[in-house]
């Protein structure tokens, strides 16, 4: 009977090892590699026969040879030590905490139902990590070496327990060792923490200055627009001039008179339609900035919107990030003319000036008598558009936070939304 509750224990014990083995190679799609297979079944019976010797130090071991194959196939130390440890970390952990609950639950599980509870555990773990985890932490190298570090560091202390509860003769040095790794773990997760923020920043940046670069072709593939229709009809005034010269020569003044009525006058729309009155924004030197106010109230314009901008005297540099005001001034500009297709003669007016060294950009934009209240149109996901997520004035109270030397004033006054953006301190 003993001998069959030996063997029965060494049979799950393989077979819970095994999934360790089948669960990395799922993470990494080795389930079909035959020498994954065979190295993973010489590797469970060797680990079998060293722990009776050696103990603990067989699963270190273990990990060093699951680390050293996954290096073998992929040739990169970063994943090389991240998914076997992730694997084993979550193997350690998982059958931990069901020995832990076990105890203050006062279950009696038998060995065989342990077994097959964990390994159940530890592919579902498995299977949310390869889904919904890893494929965010391995697209980008840093996040990969960041968690490969946390996993390593984290096994290593979990060893360093092990032995010391194991092994007395080394007690006291695995002691000095571990308050060392225990340091040396909190140095390196305030690191982390550091370079990960660094990274997020980083991030956002990037993102802003895309969305800035998509507003600069957006501008610009106006501006190329508005030249080919000035090239089209340059093209048709060459005729024009032609056909009043043919009746010129024919001295058809009555033809000349009536074809000057009907079809040379209505060309005079071509230069009063979308003729936007912003002269003034020569005076804004700022060239991202320039861009997106442009391209926005050319939107605008196109839509039949009243477009003012009055830039009394010359800007040439703002202390703020421009990506940052280039988002802003987006978002506002983008809220105006949403609620000018709301009305049927809508009319945006921009002012930009300086003064006492600090630069106000005043937006005025008629509104609906029923527009929402404020605080109801700042509520996350708050829209008056389907298929918007409303996130615009939420978003643009979050960058004014994140800047100590920006303020913003919105109001509402007859049928005008009115939104200042005060920036302090002029560089230069």
Same mark, same amino acid.
């Given at each position: 009977?003993?001998?069959?509750?030996?063997?029965?224990?060494?049979?799950?014990?393989?077979?819970?090892?095994?999934?360790?083995?089948?669960? %990395?190679?799922?993470?990494?799609?080795?389930?079909?590699?035959?020498?994954?297979?065979?190295?993973?079944?010489?590797?469970?019976? +060797?680990?079998?026969?060293?722990?009776?010797?050696?103990?603990?130090?067989?699963?270190?071991?273990?990990? +060093?040879?699951?680390?050293?194959?996954?290096?073998?196939?992929?040739?990169?130390?970063?994943?090389?030590?991240?998914?076997?440890?992730?694997?084993?970390?979550?193997?350690?952990?998982?059958?931990?905490?069901?020995?832990?609950?076990?105890?203050?639950?006062?279950?009696?599980?038998?060995?065989?139902?342990?077994?097959?509870?964990?390994?159940?555990?530890?592919?579902?773990?498995?299977?949310?990590?390869?889904?919904?985890?890893?494929?965010?932490?391995?697209?980008?190298?840093?996040?990969?070496?960041? +968690?490969?570090?946390?996993?390593?560091?984290?096994?290593?202390?979990?060893?360093?327990?092990?032995?010391?509860?194991?092994?007395?003769?080394?007690?006291?040095?695995?002691?000095?060792?571990?308050?060392?790794?225990?340091?040396?773990?909190?140095?390196?997760?305030?690191?982390?923490?550091?370079?990960?923020?660094?990274?997020?920043?980083?991030?956002?940046?990037?993102?802003?200055?895309?969305?800035?670069?998509?507003?600069?072709?957006?501008?610009?593939?106006?501006?190329?627009?508005?030249? %080919?229709?000035?090239?089209?009809?340059?093209?048709?005034?060459?005729?024009?001039?032609?056909?009043?010269?043919?009746?010129?020569?024919?001295?058809?003044?009555?033809?000349?008179?009536?074809?000057?009525?009907?079809?040379?006058?209505?060309?005079?729309?071509?230069?009063?339609?979308?003729?936007?009155?912003?002269?003034?924004?020569?005076?804004?030197?700022?060239?991202?900035?320039?861009?997106?106010?442009?391209?926005?109230?050319?939107? +605008?314009?196109?839509?039949?919107?009243?477009?003012?901008?009055?830039?009394?005297?010359?800007?040439?540099?703002?202390?703020?990030?421009?990506?940052?005001?280039?988002?802003?001034?987006?978002?506002?500009?983008?809220?105006?003319?949403?609620?000018?297709?709301?009305?049927?003669?809508?009319?945006?007016?921009?002012?930009?000036?300086?003064?006492?060294?600090?630069?106000?950009?005043? %937006?005025?934009?008629?509104?609906?008598?029923?527009?929402?209240?404020?605080?109801?149109?700042?509520?996350?996901?708050?829209?008056?558009?389907?298929?918007?997520?409303?996130?615009?004035?939420?978003?643009?109270?979050?960058?004014?936070?994140?800047?100590?030397?920006?303020?913003?004033?919105?109001?509402?006054?007859?049928?005008?939304?009115?939104?200042?953006?005060?920036?302090?301190?002029?560089?230069?």
């Amino acid at each position: 009977m003993k001998l069959n509750e030996e063997s029965l224990f060494i049979l799950i014990w393989i077979g819970q090892l095994y999934t360790v083995f089948m669960a %990395l190679g799922y993470l990494r799609n080795l389930l079909s590699n035959k020498k994954f297979q065979l190295f993973s079944f010489v590797s469970v019976i +060797a680990y079998i026969a060293l722990y009776q010797w050696i103990n603990i130090i067989a699963t270190v071991i273990l990990w +060093a040879g699951l680390c050293l194959s996954i290096y073998i196939i992929d040739r990169n130390i970063d994943i090389a030590i991240f998914y076997p440890s992730i694997i084993l970390f979550f193997y350690i952990f998982i059958d931990g905490t069901a020995k832990y609950l076990y105890k203050i639950l006062g279950w009696d599980i038998s060995d065989f139902l342990t077994a097959v509870l964990g390994t159940g555990c530890l592919w579902i773990v498995t299977v949310f990590l390869k889904k919904m985890v890893i494929p965010k932490i391995i697209r980008d190298k840093t996040t990969l070496k960041i +968690a490969a570090i946390v996993v390593f560091f984290t096994i290593i202390v979990y060893f360093i327990n092990i032995c010391s509860d194991r092994f007395s003769v080394l007690a006291r040095f695995l002691v000095i060792s571990n308050e060392l790794f225990t340091v040396l773990y909190g140095v390196m997760s305030t690191i982390i923490y550091c370079v990960l923020l660094f990274i997020k920043k980083k991030e956002f940046e990037t993102r802003e200055q895309q969305k800035e670069m998509r507003h600069l072709i957006e501008y610009s593939e106006q501006i190329e627009n508005n030249y %080919l229709a000035l090239r089209k009809f340059k093209h048709d005034y060459k005729n024009i001039l032609f056909s009043i010269e043919d009746y010129i020569q024919t001295k058809d003044i009555e033809g000349l008179q009536k074809y000057f009525y009907q079809s040379i006058k209505a060309t005079e729309t071509i230069f009063e339609e979308n003729n936007l009155p912003i002269a003034s924004i020569s005076n804004l030197k700022i060239r991202e900035i320039k861009s997106i106010i442009l391209s926005k109230l050319y939107v +605008a314009s196109q839509k039949g919107v009243e477009v003012n901008v009055m830039i009394p005297t010359p800007i040439t540099d703002i202390a703020i990030s421009t990506v940052t005001l280039v988002r802003m001034l987006g978002i506002i500009l983008d809220n105006a003319i949403e609620e000018s297709d709301f009305l049927e003669k809508g009319k945006i007016e921009l002012t930009i000036m300086e003064e006492d060294k600090n630069c106000f950009f005043v %937006l005025m934009n008629q509104c609906r008598s029923s527009i929402p209240k404020l605080h109801e149109l700042k509520k996350v996901n708050f829209t008056t558009k389907k298929g918007n997520q409303g996130l615009g004035l939420t978003n643009l109270d979050e960058l004014v936070h994140l800047n100590e030397n920006v303020f913003l004033e919105t109001k509402i006054e007859n049928n005008r939304f009115i939104q200042i953006i005060t920036i302090s301190g002029m560089r230069g």
